[in-house]
């Protein structure tokens, strides 16, 4: 168990700066989710705290411990990588015990921790099998096994469900979120989807092109995403963000929809943002041309043009309009969120 | 189906097509795969049975091709392997090829091991341009580099001793298994290395129990290699070594086995033919990991 701090971590690959200055307070026991779009520097961050990179400038200090010199095996963690790095030619059982036979544990030891991790993960009858013999999923909870045996400081975790198909992919999350409960080990957990993120995190880190946009908590990032690069990547469907200007007394969006605006709203709103799930069907509402109706079952998503401004919404009714055909929508006022020229929220 | 139904001129077409198919593709693999393939066989394979041939024929046939099928022993005898075995120091020649085969392969391996993994893995500063000084050495031809190094070996005392060929094989030994070793240390992923280091191994540990064992192919096809080139090395054997007992087999039926202008040629082909067995047996052990190192990388 124990707190990480990243302090203005930085990295360098050669001149070109992958992150420029990170700052992330993780607490004792939390499961955070590292977030953000493919190449934008996730994966180099927690290989700078796995002691894997080295760090260009900053701190990182584990359970309080500044551990920038320190090497990968004397800073407590396990890490899960993503296409599992099973030792080919070890069977599960040694995979798993592997570390422990490094640090010349007595046998019995090391037989009841790979049994107990084992049980655990519900591998016992999987024990001699080679990596190659198992599935997606079993190779997953081995990686995850090894790193359990160990009772690190902290779990380390890159992308590890990316190679899972959806169906598995969504047990292995609330299996792994389980675990961490479990467990109560500290877990910086890295992925570019933003539902695994919302799903599992306590704390979200949303990164991009090497900063760190926003921290908190999953609900908080939905609730009042700090600018436009959150509220469009947290969510799903994602947030309409329509560029325009106040005037006319509402918010007059390019492409031509006037839409009404909350009471005491600042004057330099220059992105109007509204999820679809938060567009209502009204009597009283803006006309909408269908464009496409896509029905889920259990809400209907629907792409739209108010005027020419494109806009999906997200309806608990059912809609049966065809393409062309027109509705009556609305944002519901409370949940409008207004963003400044330079992205931020206002 | 319903395509086909609708269009019954195309049935004809249709039925008649395979069976030309077949006749082509039956014919084709004649002409372009069992052709060639035989071609190429007899012309590999055709000294191997004229050296066996040889060295199983007596005298007489050997010289009398007018009354004797060149091709065929009337009368097998063992007269040549006698002679060579007991008559003339073969057996010591043989020890001396093996030794020198086996002791520079080793010393080529553990060398190249280490470089291979260094230049690969560690990638330190001018990594790259290690590497590329290594092929280069490699390209300089053994007929110029003998000269000096005849001296370094008489000037170490090396000369006519097994050592002078143990210590100087190398010298084209590792940068070949180094090349190889290097194309095979890239394709086992590195992810595993850095999950052993963070499982707390260190460098050596990491070598030894994960890189090693999984580039065990590797290793056994860089050994035939060498093994094979040590075996029949020429010119360092015919320069270093001077006294006919410790001389190694290439050399020696060329230089003991040809008296004169005479060519003991049953004795000659025995002596090639007893030489091959070894890396022919060699190879033969390890051909399935030989194939899979050449075609193929580390999969989980
Ligand atoms: N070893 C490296 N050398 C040079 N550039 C690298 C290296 N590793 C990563 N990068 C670059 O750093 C950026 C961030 O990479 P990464 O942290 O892997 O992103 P992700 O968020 O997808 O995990 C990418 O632009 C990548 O090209
Ligand atoms: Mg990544």
């Known amino acids: ?346 | 189906m319903s395509d086909v139904a609708a269009s019954p001129g195309n049935t004809n077409t249709a039925s008649a097509a395979p069976e030309q198919m077949a006749w082509d593709s039956k014919t084709r693999r004649v002409v372009l795969l069992y052709v060639p393939l035989a071609c190429f066989l007899f012309i590999l394979l055709f000294p191997f049975y004229w050296m066996t041939v040889t060295a199983f024929k007596p005298n007489a046939e050997l010289y009398n091709f007018a009354e004797h099928n060149p091709l065929w022993i009337s009368s097998p005898t063992l007269e040549h392997v006698y002679h060579l075995l007991f008559n003339t120091a073969y057996p010591k020649w043989l020890w001396t090829t093996m030794l020198v085969a086996v002791a520079s392969t080793f010393l080529s391996l553990l060398a190249s091991t280490l470089a291979a993994y260094a230049i690969q893995r560690l990638r330190f500063r001018g990594s790259q341009y290690v590497g590329l000084a290594i092929y280069l050495a490699y390209l300089v031809p053994p007929s110029i580099l003998f000269i000096p190094l005849a001296t370094m070996v008489v000037q170490l005392g090396l000369f006519d001793t097994p050592f002078a060929l143990i210590l100087t094989y190398p010298t084209f030994l590792i940068p070949f298994c180094t090349w190889l070793l290097i194309g095979y240390f890239k394709s086992i992923p590195y992810e595993l290395e850095e999950c052993a280091l963070i499982d707390g191994a260190t460098r050596l540990q990491i070598l030894r129990q994960i890189t090693l064992p999984l580039a065990v192919p590797g290793l056994i096809s860089a050994g035939i290699f060498a093994f094979t080139l040590s075996w029949n090395e020429f010119i360092y054997a015919l320069a270093f070594i001077q006294s006919s007992e410790s001389k190694t087999v290439p050399v020696a039926i060329l230089t003991e086995l040809v008296t004169g202008d005479v060519y003991q040629w049953g004795a000659l082909m025995a002596g090639s033919l007893l030489g091959s067995l070894p890396v022919a047996i060699f190879y033969s052990f390890f051909v399935d990991y030989y194939v899979s190192s050449l075609t193929g990388a580390v999969k989980e």
């Open chain 1, 1 to 346: 168990m124990a707190t990480v701090s990243v302090r203005d971590a930085r990295k360098n690959f050669g001149s070109t700066p992958i992150l420029h200055g990170v700052n992330v307070e993780i607490g004792d026991g939390e499961f955070v989710v590292l977030v953000g779009p493919s190449g934008c520097g996730k994966s180099t961050l927690l290989r700078m705290i796995a002691g894997l990179e080295n760090i260009s400038g900053g701190e990182i200090a584990i359970g309080g411990r500044v551990v920038n010199t320190v090497p990968p095996k004397d800073r407590d963690i396990a890490m899960v990588f993503q296409n599992y790095a099973l030792y080919p030619h070890m069977t599960v059982r040694e995979n798993m015990a592997f570390s422990m036979k490094l640090a010349k544990a007595p046998r019995e030891v090391m037989e009841e921790e790979v049994q107990r991790a084992a049980k655990i993960l519900g591998l016992d009858a999987l024990l001699d099998r080679y990596p190659r013999q198992l599935s997606g999923g079993q190779r997953q909870r081995v990686a995850m096994g090894r790193a359990i045996v160990r009772h690190p400081q902290v779990f380390l975790f890159d992308e590890p469900l990316s190679n899972l198909d959806a169906k598995l992919r969504v047990q292995m999350r609330s299996e792994i979120r389980e675990l961490q409960q479990r467990l109560a080990t500290t877990t910086i957990y890295v992925t570019h989807d933003q539902i695994e993120a919302m799903t599992m995190a306590d704390q979200i880190v949303v990164m991009n092109a090497g900063r760190i946009e926003q921290a908190g908590a999953p609900l908080a990032l939905y609730d009042r995403p700090a600018n436009t690069f959150v509220a469009g990547f947290i969510g799903s469907p994602a947030m309409n963000l329509v560029p325009g200007e106040i005037s006319d007394g509402g918010f007059r969006a390019q492409g031509g929809a006037l839409l009404p605006l909350p009471p005491a709203t600042p004057a330099n709103v220059a992105t109007y943002g509204i999820r679809p799930e938060h567009l209502v069907l009204a009597e009283d509402g803006i006309e909408a041309r269908l464009v496409v109706v896509e029905p889920t079952g259990s809400e209907t998503q629907v792409a739209m043009r108010i005027a020419e401004t494109p806009l999906v919404g997200a309806f608990r009714e059912r809609i049966t309009g065809r393409p062309g055909e027109t509705i009556r929508v609305k944002p519901d006022l409370s949940l409008v969120h207004l963003f400044g020229a330079d992205g931020r929220r206002l």
